[in-house]
T-cell receptor, first 114, second 115 residues
């Protein structure tokens, strides 16, 4: 299967600072990537769909000014959590999908805001 | 609205017991269905997928699932579970649009296999 790499695996930041998470598709070109958020012992909640060369499509209730998504190339999407607060602490997961295939997932990033 | 539901939130089984985890979906058109597993501390891995054709799908590690269109279901089964199957299991669906459409996940089922 395809490989999706996410970096960093974990990050601790101070309240009010911004954090950038990278998601790379290592062996295929992904025109579409997805960002999910997972709370402890809960399911994955889709935050946004990242489209290469265009603006991301955010799910209802997700603040687009807080969670900035950039999909500058066919192999890289970034999620920036701006002015992070403790309630933003969570597990963030990216995935990439080609048409007619399953979604491939990164290993996730655990964000802790202190 | 598109949705996927899993009714078993926490299942505890003894080793060698049979497993069936329920998954129901609600989509307007044709659908692609998936089962993913998340072992503790690891990323999601695909167990199996259904796109079309034979409704009985075989996956990895002895898992299988059956797509029953009339019941809008895609239940996951395994005849004999092992302790190493302890994990979180997620059913997911996506509209079959021919594009890389987004997956919608169920709430997940935590499987605990005891020795």
């Amino acid at each position: 299967g395809a490989v999706v790499s996410q970096h960093p695996s974990w990050v601790i930041c101070k309240s009010g600072t911004s954090v950038k998470i990278e998601c790379r598709s290592l062996d295929f070109q992904a025109t579409t990537m997805f960002w999910y958020r997972q709370f402890p012992k809960q399911s994955l909640m889709l935050m946004a769909t990242s489209n290469e060369g265009s603006k991301a499509t955010y799910e209802q209730g997700v603040e687009k000014d807080k969670f900035l998504i950039n999909h500058a190339s066919l192999t890289l999407s970034t999620l920036t959590v701006t002015s992070a607060h403790p309630e933003d602490s969570s597990f963030y997961i990216c995935s990439a999908r080609k048409p007619f295939t399953e979604a491939f997932f990164g290993q996730g990033t655990r964000l802790t805001v202190v | 609205a598109q949705s996927v539901s899993q009714h078993n939130h926490h299942v505890i089984l003894s080793e060698a017991a049979s497993l069936e985890l329920g998954c129901n979906y609600s989509y307007g058109g044709t659908v692609n269905l998936f089962w993913y597993v998340q072992y503790p501390g690891q990323h999601l891995q695909l167990l199996l997928k259904y796109f079309s054709g034979d409704p009985l799908v075989k996956g990895i590690k002895g898992f299988e699932a059956e797509f029953i269109k009339s019941k809008f279901s895609f239940n996951l089964r395994k005849p004999s579970v092992q302790w190493s199957d302890t994990a979180e299991y997620f059913c997911a669906g996506a509209p079959n649009t021919g594009t890389a459409s987004k997956l919608t996940f169920g709430t997940g089922t935590r499987l605990q296999v005891t020795l």
